[in-house]
């Protein structure tokens, strides 16, 4: 069994700064890319970030510029640094691997979750 740990939401006012952390822990054989989506009330979750074990990144459109990814293999986590934040960036976080568990079966795993809010 694979867990994934989310950290490091709350609230926040809008253009400041927010750190969200994901460690995985288990059954695991190896990761082979971890990132983070999120859903907004009434929305469908959409990915923000996604990093593979080769570096490639991928970003939402609505991020680019403003958050980045970063990935600590030795930990097995990932971590989302989100800078001038907006409101409409307020939803649920998750933490999403895709990973090889210990009887080597694909898995697609996925965090609970972490509510980013930004309000003034």
């Known amino acids: 069994q694979v867990q994934l740990v989310e950290s490091g939401g709350g609230l926040v006012q809008p253009g400041g700064s927010l750190r969200l952390s994901c460690a995985a822990s288990?059954?695991?054989?190896?990761?082979?890319?971890m990132g983070w989506y999120r859903q907004a009330p009434g929305k469908q979750r959409e990915l923000v970030a996604h990093?593979?074990?080769?570096?490639?990144?991928d970003y939402a459109d609505s991020v680019k510029g403003r958050f980045i990814i970063s990935r600590d293999n030795a930990k097995n986590a990932v971590y989302l640094q989100m800078n001038n934040l907006r409101p409409e960036d307020t939803a649920v976080y998750y933490c999403?691997?895709?990973?090889?568990?210990?009887?080597?079966?694909?898995?697609?795993?996925w965090g609970k979750g972490t509510l980013v809010t930004v309000s003034s």
């Open positions: 999403n691997a895709v990973l090889l568990g210990a009887t080597m079966a694909l898995m697609d795993s």
């Open positions: 288990g059954s695991i054989f190896s990761i082979t890319a």
């Open positions: 990093m593979s074990n080769e570096g490639n990144i």
